[in-house]
Every structure is written in structure tokens, then in C-alpha cells.
């Protein structure tokens, strides 16, 4: 291989790589949801349309940069998605139908809801904001005079990439060391189980929907300087996020982490090889790939491991 | 009484041209019944099987693109489209059925989800075939006037109806509400349940599929946007569905007259006319939480209501 491919391809991997840590945000979120709820929240893309637009307005009108903003926006976020929870889902969950997956259904009337608001309010129009540092880049050969290939590192997507491994701790240590966190663990595992042991399922299932919301917020956030918003872009991130969870694992924290980042390199490499047109056919590969030769996800791979370590 | 029902309601509708309506009434009325057809044959496997399913736009784009690629590659009338899209609709629903299946409620609904997104962006970067944004064009119109258009799915629909109603009084429908209602009991009865979930696809898809056919001999032109959207097609299929009645003979009817109705009333009022999708949401989620099984399905419910305020 020449050197300008081998350029390409690291290049690629990085870009992958960076981008694959923003999507484990997103898919963590619905992890979480699916985990706990059992049920897919369709309306999760939309919800990170939402935390975007909030942070554009907040840009616009108190010029707070983006990755401040993410302090603003999860705590709204939180509520926007608890709300959501303790209003429409709850109630729908006692409601007997033929259907049995009408929470599914709800929240995609949800996501239908606010992404149209977000066409009447903001218009169809692509937006950006322009950040000071959206451009800047780190450069192999500045680091390395007589380096053979020369790699780029992008300011803000680096940037982004270490809060969201950031959060990803906060959330882990979280999620195993307090007691709020093991109850929402306990939930997810066993709901009869759980309400024995003096768990508020009700508060865990609104504090989990709001958890998740925050987090596909803090997503939205973090993808501002690096993309455009536009109204209906919430059906990509929803669809990323399936994608995530199912690669992962169902609900599983740590599957959602790894699937993000396969699927994030996956994705590069489509655009770098393929075209840019073609992603989302490369993400229904992967989602077929990964039901015919691994349905568990990447967590019953672990789950093996650990098993035979264990024995 | 009860047993001739249709004929009477099919006799009534065939009656309509002579009424001598507009232009546009007529178009109003051939809407209605292809939304039913669709409904119908969506009802077939979301409501009686179970399977909810968010990527109908992939049949109806399917069956739609048949005729059209078959009309400008061959050379051949797109009325040919109807026999041949039965083929392809059911080959590609067959083999997308062995494959998504596999998973249960919730899953299922996911990757009919993308699969709607996957052959759209297809479409727009199949160039060659499809001549992607661009459309295709059917140069010359069978008939000037609607009247024979009217008929011609009215034919379809009255087809659809009987075709379901023999399919839910058979073995077959037996099977499939077994499955809805427990998958696991049914599988432990001996009911293979993969594949009559797959029946059940392929017959769905087939029916959505002579649709999207029609369609595009009625409407002469087709483009990606317009035959494989998430909101105006997947969603709307639902909606007519879940409005009208889950799991009834004319639920989708009824919901095809509230939703065409609805929809054109609501695009008529200016500065509303954007905003049709926030009340398509607003309405599944009222739909959802008050009258899940849909208006036929809750005809007691309505009854009751309706009673209590008349006393």
C-alpha cells in the first residue's frame, strides 16, 4: 500500500474512532430506556434535535459556546424527557389494547410532535453555529517533523470526544456506586424483584427516561460544532441508536459503548470508501450482520468471556 | 343482515361516479380507497398478527418503483407493474422476513423502520436504474378522466377486503392472532411461528406492493421523496389503522376517511397547512391513550361516551 493510502485509512480510523464515542453517547441513552423501560424509545433522536435547537438558541441569543450550554440543556433535557415519561407513557402502560406495543407507537406520535414544532418554529432551514474553533486541527507534522504520512486531529471533534468518555464515567460510576444508580440497575433486571426489595419503580422508570433524555442532550450538544442542525435529523440519530443498541447487546451499558464505536468506524469507513450517500445502507448492513451472526450483540460475547474466565 | 354488509358498502361506493362529482372529489374519494387497501393489508400483519410494522413506505415504494423501472427500462405499459410488483414485492418481503423475524414486537418494528430509509436512499443513488431524484415520468395517462381509475381500485380494494376476511376466518388467521396474543404458547402448540409471521409479511407486503403499483398509474410520476417517506406513508399507514380500529374489517376504512379527509382539510388553511404532521402526532397520542384499539375497535367505549352526555 502506498503511503497516501495508508494516510487515508488512519485517517479514516480516527475520524471513525472520535465519531464512534459520540455515538456510544447517543446509544448509552437508549440503553438505558430499553433496559430499564423495555421498551424503544423512537422519539430519541428527536429528543437530541430538541437539546440541539436549545443550545442554538442559547448560542444565539446569550452566546454560550456550545460545551458550556451542555449544563443548561441536560438538566432541561431531564425534565423535558421525565415529563414525558410521567405524562404519556405511564399512562399508556395501564391501558389494555390489542396492540401490545403501544408505548412504541406513542413515542413515536413523540417524536413526530416535536420534530414538526421544530419545523414551524425554526423552518427547514440547515443551521450552524459558528464556533471560533470549528476548524482548528492538530497536525501529525507539527509534532513529528520527519513523520512519512501526515494525520490531522480535529480541535472540536477531540474535544467532544473526551467529554462524552467523560460522561461515560460519571454515568458508569453512577450507575454501580450510588444507590439511586444500583436501584435503576435493580429495576432493569427485575421489576417484581426490585419492588420487593423497596425499590420506587415509578421514580426509577421517570429518573431513567430523564437520564437518557439528559444524555442524548449532552450528545447534541457535543455534535453542534462539528454538525449542522436541521429540524427532521432526529430520524438518523434515532435509527443510529437502534442500530447501537441492537450491535451492543439489548440494553446492555457496556455493549452499547463498543457498538457505538464499531458503528462509528463502520460509518467512516463507508463514507471514505463508498460514498457519502451510502450511509445508511451501511448501518442496515451492520444491523443485518448483526442479527444473522451475533444476535445477542457484543454483550453475549463478553458475557461468554466472563463465564469461561469465571469457571 | 350482517353477512352482505360489504356488498351493500360495495355497491354504494361503486355508485359514487354517478353522483357526477369534481375533479377533485373524485381524487379524494380514489385516496380514500388506496389508503384502505393499504390500511387492510397493513392490518393483516400489525393488527391480526401483531407484527407493527413502521416501513410500509418500503412495500408501496417497492410496488411502485416495479412498474415504473419495468415502464421506462422495457418500454412496457406500467398497468403491467401490478402483476410483476407482486413478484418482486413478495421475493424482497420474503427474504427481509426470513431475516427480521427472527425478532420479536418492539425489534421487528425497528427494522421496518430502516428498511423504509434504506430503499429510499437506494432509490436516490441507484442512478441507472431509477433515475433517482429525478423521478420517474409516465409520458402518456390511460384514461383522461378518474372515473376508471375509481374502479380499478375499488376492484383492488374489494379484492383486499374479501382476501383478508377468508385469510382471518381460515386456519391461517387462527395462527396469526395465536401469535399476537402469545408467541411463546403458540410456538409451544406446534405453530411455526417464524413462518407464519413471514406468510403474513409477504401477504402485506404484496397488497401494500399492487398499491404503490396503482399509484403510480394514477398519479404518473414518482421520485423517491414521494414513495418511500417515513411520515406521509409508513406513519400515515398506521394512523389510518390505529384510528380506525386494530383487528377490525373496517377500521381502516374508516380511519382512511378520517385521515385523507383530515390531511386536506388541515393543508387547505394557510399557515396551518405546514404544521399537518403536528396534528397527525397529536392525534396518535390522543388516539393511543383514549381509544387504543381505534374507533371501531372502541365503538362501546364511544357508545357509553356518547350516551353518558346525552342523559
Same mark, same amino acid.
Given at each position: 500500500?502506498? =503511503?497516501?493510502?495508508?494516510?487515508?485509512?488512519?485517517?479514516?480510523?480516527?475520524?471513525?474512532?472520535?465519531?464512534?464515542?459520540?455515538?456510544?453517547?447517543?446509544?448509552?441513552?437508549?440503553?438505558?430506556?430499553?433496559?430499564?423501560?423495555?421498551?424503544?424509545?423512537?422519539?430519541?433522536?428527536?429528543?437530541?434535535?430538541? /437539546?440541539?435547537?436549545?443550545?442554538?438558541?442559547?448560542?444565539?441569543?446569550?452566546?454560550?459556546?456550545?460545551?458550556?450550554?451542555?449544563?443548561?440543556?441536560?438538566?432541561?433535557?431531564?425534565?423535558?424527557?421525565?415529563?414525558?415519561?410521567?405524562?404519556?407513557?405511564?399512562?399508556?402502560?395501564?391501558?389494555?389494547?390489542?396492540?401490545?406495543?403501544?408505548?412504541?407507537?406513542?413515542?413515536?406520535?413523540?417524536?413526530?410532535?416535536?420534530?414538526?414544532? #421544530?419545523?414551524?418554529?425554526?423552518?427547514?432551514?440547515?443551521?450552524?453555529?459558528?464556533?471560533?474553533?470549528?476548524?482548528?486541527? +492538530?497536525?501529525?507534522?507539527?509534532? +513529528?517533523?520527519?513523520?512519512?504520512?501526515?494525520?490531522?486531529?480535529?480541535?472540536?471533534?477531540?474535544?467532544?470526544?473526551?467529554? =462524552?468518555? /467523560?460522561?461515560?464515567?460519571?454515568?458508569?460510576?453512577?450507575?454501580?456506586?450510588?444507590?439511586?444508580?444500583?436501584?435503576?440497575?435493580?429495576?432493569?433486571?427485575?421489576?417484581? #424483584? #426490585?419492588?420487593?426489595?423497596?425499590?420506587?419503580?415509578?421514580?426509577?422508570?421517570?429518573?431513567?427516561?430523564?437520564?437518557?433524555?439528559?444524555?442524548?442532550?449532552?450528545?447534541?450538544?457535543?455534535?453542534?460544532?462539528?454538525?449542522?442542525?436541521?429540524?427532521?435529523?432526529?430520524?438518523?440519530?434515532?435509527?443510529?441508536?437502534?442500530?447501537?443498541?441492537?450491535?451492543?447487546?439489548?440494553?446492555?451499558?457496556?455493549? =452499547?459503548?463498543?457498538?457505538?464505536?464499531?458503528?462509528?468506524?463502520?460509518?467512516?469507513?463507508?463514507?471514505?470508501?463508498?460514498?457519502?450517500?451510502?450511509?445508511?445502507?451501511?448501518?442496515? =448492513?451492520?444491523?443485518? /450482520?448483526?442479527?444473522?451472526?451475533?444476535?445477542?450483540?457484543?454483550?453475549?460475547?463478553?458475557?461468554?468471556?466472563?463465564?469461561?474466565?469465571?469457571? | 343482515?350482517?353477512?352482505?354488509?360489504?356488498?351493500?358498502?360495495?355497491?354504494?361506493?361503486?355508485?359514487?361516479?354517478?353522483?357526477?362529482?369534481?375533479?377533485?372529489?373524485?381524487?379524494?374519494?380514489?385516496?380514500?380507497?388506496?389508503?384502505?387497501?393499504?390500511?387492510?393489508?397493513?392490518?393483516?400483519?400489525?393488527?391480526?398478527?401483531?407484527?407493527?410494522?413502521?416501513?410500509?413506505?418500503?412495500?408501496?415504494?417497492?410496488?411502485?418503483?416495479?412498474?415504473?423501472?419495468?415502464?421506462?427500462?422495457?418500454?412496457?405499459?406500467?398497468?403491467?407493474?401490478?402483476?410483476?410488483?407482486?413478484?418482486?414485492? *413478495?421475493?424482497?418481503?420474503?427474504?427481509?422476513?426470513?431475516?427480521?423475524?427472527?425478532? !420479536?414486537?418492539?425489534?421487528?418494528?425497528?427494522?421496518? &423502520?430502516?428498511?423504509?430509509?434504506? &430503499? !429510499?436512499?437506494?432509490?436516490?443513488?441507484?442512478? %441507472?436504474?431509477?433515475?433517482?431524484?429525478? %423521478?420517474?415520468?409516465?409520458?402518456?395517462?390511460?384514461?383522461?378522466?378518474?372515473?376508471?381509475?375509481?374502479?380499478?381500485?375499488?376492484?383492488?380494494?374489494?379484492?383486499?377486503?374479501?382476501?383478508?376476511?377468508?385469510?382471518? @376466518?381460515?386456519?391461517? @388467521?387462527?395462527?396469526?392472532?395465536?401469535?399476537?396474543?402469545?408467541?411463546?404458547?403458540?410456538?409451544?402448540?406446534?405453530?411455526?411461528?417464524?413462518?407464519?409471521?413471514?406468510?403474513?409479511?409477504?401477504?402485506?407486503?404484496?397488497?401494500? *406492493?399492487?398499491? @404503490?403499483?396503482?399509484?403510480?398509474?394514477?398519479?404518473?410520476?414518482?421520485?423517491?421523496?414521494?414513495?418511500?417517506?417515513?411520515?406521509?406513508?409508513?406513519?400515515?399507514?398506521?394512523?389510518?389503522?390505529?384510528?380506525?380500529?386494530?383487528?377490525?374489517?373496517? *377500521?381502516?376504512?374508516? %380511519?382512511?376517511?378520517?385521515?385523507?379527509?383530515?390531511?386536506?382539510?388541515?393543508?387547505?388553511?394557510?399557515?396551518?397547512?405546514?404544521?399537518?404532521?403536528?396534528?397527525? @402526532?397529536?392525534?396518535?397520542?390522543?388516539?393511543?391513550?383514549?381509544?387504543?384499539?381505534?374507533?371501531? *375497535?372502541?365503538?362501546?367505549?364511544?357508545?357509553?361516551?356518547? %350516551?353518558? !352526555?346525552?342523559?
Amino acid at each position: 500500500m502506498a =503511503a497516501g493510502q495508508i494516510e487515508l485509512f488512519l485517517q479514516t480510523l480516527i475520524a471513525g474512532f472520535l465519531l464512534g464515542g459520540l455515538y456510544a453517547l447517543i446509544g448509552l441513552g437508549m440503553a438505558l430506556i430499553l433496559g430499564v423501560m423495555k421498551i424503544i424509545n423512537l422519539a430519541h433522536g428527536d429528543l437530541m434535535m430538541v /437539546a440541539m435547537y436549545v443550545a442554538y438558541v442559547l448560542f444565539q441569543f446569550f452566546h454560550i459556546d456550545p460545551y458550556l450550554a451542555v449544563f443548561i440543556v441536560a438538566p432541561v433535557l431531564f425534565i423535558l424527557g421525565a415529563g414525558l415519561q410521567k405524562f404519556l407513557i405511564t399512562p399508556v402502560l395501564k391501558v389494555e389494547s390489542i396492540l401490545p406495543h403501544n408505548q412504541v407507537i406513542l413515542t413515536v406520535g413523540i417524536g413526530i410532535v416535536l420534530s414538526n414544532l #421544530a419545523t414551524l418554529i425554526f423552518k427547514s432551514d440547515y443551521l450552524s453555529i459558528p464556533v471560533s474553533y470549528a476548524t482548528k486541527a +492538530w497536525y501529525l507534522s507539527d509534532f +513529528w517533523k520527519g513523520s512519512p504520512i501526515e494525520l490531522s486531529l480535529s480541535f472540536a471533534w477531540s474535544v467532544s470526544f473526551l467529554i =462524552a468518555i /467523560a460522561i461515560t464515567g460519571v454515568l458508569w460510576f453512577f450507575l454501580t456506586r450510588t444507590d439511586t444508580g444500583k436501584s435503576i440497575r435493580a429495576t432493569a433486571q427485575d421489576v417484581d #424483584a #426490585a419492588l420487593l426489595m423497596g425499590v420506587n419503580v415509578n421514580h426509577m422508570r421517570m429518573l431513567t427516561f430523564g437520564l437518557g433524555s439528559a444524555l442524548v442532550g449532552i450528545a447534541g450538544c457535543l455534535f453542534i460544532p462539528i454538525y449542522y442542525l436541521y429540524p427532521s435529523l432526529g430520524k438518523q440519530f434515532t435509527n443510529i441508536a437502534f442500530v447501537i443498541t441492537i450491535l451492543g447487546g439489548l440494553g446492555s451499558i457496556e455493549g =452499547a459503548i463498543i457498538g457505538g464505536i464499531i458503528l462509528g468506524i463502520f460509518e467512516s469507513m463507508t463514507a471514505t470508501y463508498i460514498g457519502m450517500g451510502w450511509a445508511p445502507v451501511g448501518r442496515f =448492513a451492520v444491523f443485518v /450482520a448483526a442479527l444473522i451472526f451475533l444476535p445477542g450483540g457484543v454483550a453475549s460475547l463478553m458475557k461468554r468471556r466472563s463465564f469461561v474466565s469465571i469457571k | 343482515m350482517k353477512m352482505f354488509r360489504p356488498f351493500i358498502a360495495l355497491a354504494l361506493l361503486a355508485l359514487v361516479p354517478l353522483l357526477g362529482l369534481s375533479s377533485y372529489m373524485m381524487h379524494i374519494f380514489i385516496l380514500v380507497i388506496m389508503w384502505s387497501v393499504i390500511g387492510m393489508s397493513w392490518n393483516l400483519l400489525g393488527g391480526y398478527c401483531g407484527q407493527v410494522s413502521f416501513g410500509h413506505a418500503a412495500f408501496f415504494g417497492m410496488g411502485a418503483y416495479t412498474a415504473g423501472i419495468f415502464y421506462l427500462k422495457l418500454g412496457v405499459s406500467a398497468w403491467w407493474g401490478l402483476p410483476l410488483s407482486i413478484a418482486t414485492v *413478495g421475493i424482497f418481503s420474503l427474504v427481509f422476513g426470513f431475516i427480521v423475524l427472527r425478532l !420479536r414486537g418492539p425489534y421487528f418494528t425497528l427494522a421496518t &423502520l430502516a428498511i423504509g430509509e434504506v &430503499l !429510499r436512499v437506494t432509490a436516490e443513488n441507484l442512478q %441507472g436504474l431509477t433515475q433517482g431524484n429525478l %423521478g420517474i415520468m409516465i409520458e402518456e395517462r390511460t384514461w383522461i378522466t378518474k372515473i376508471w381509475y375509481y374502479y380499478v381500485i375499488l376492484l383492488m380494494a374489494a379484492c383486499t377486503f374479501f382476501l383478508i376476511k377468508k385469510v382471518i @376466518g381460515s386456519k391461517l @388467521g387462527y395462527y396469526f392472532v395465536a401469535i399476537r396474543e402469545d408467541q411463546d404458547a403458540a410456538e409451544s402448540l406446534g405453530i411455526n411461528t417464524t413462518f407464519y409471521k413471514t406468510v403474513a409479511l409477504c401477504l402485506s407486503g404484496v397488497l401494500t *406492493g399492487l398499491a @404503490g403499483a396503482f399509484y403510480i398509474n394514477y398519479m404518473g410520476y414518482i421520485d423517491p421523496q414521494v414513495v418511500f417517506p417515513l411520515y406521509d406513508i409508513s406513519i400515515v399507514t398506521v394512523m389510518v389503522v390505529m384510528v380506525g380500529g386494530v383487528a377490525t374489517f373496517w *377500521g381502516p376504512f374508516v %380511519g382512511a376517511v378520517i385521515m385523507v379527509v383530515f390531511s386536506e382539510l388541515i393543508r387547505s388553511i394557510p399557515l396551518l397547512g405546514e404544521a399537518h404532521q403536528t396534528f397527525f @402526532g397529536v392525534l396518535l397520542i390522543f388516539i393511543i391513550i383514549f381509544l387504543p384499539n381505534g374507533i371501531v *375497535g372502541d365503538i362501546k367505549k364511544l357508545k357509553r361516551l356518547a %350516551g353518558i !352526555r346525552s342523559a
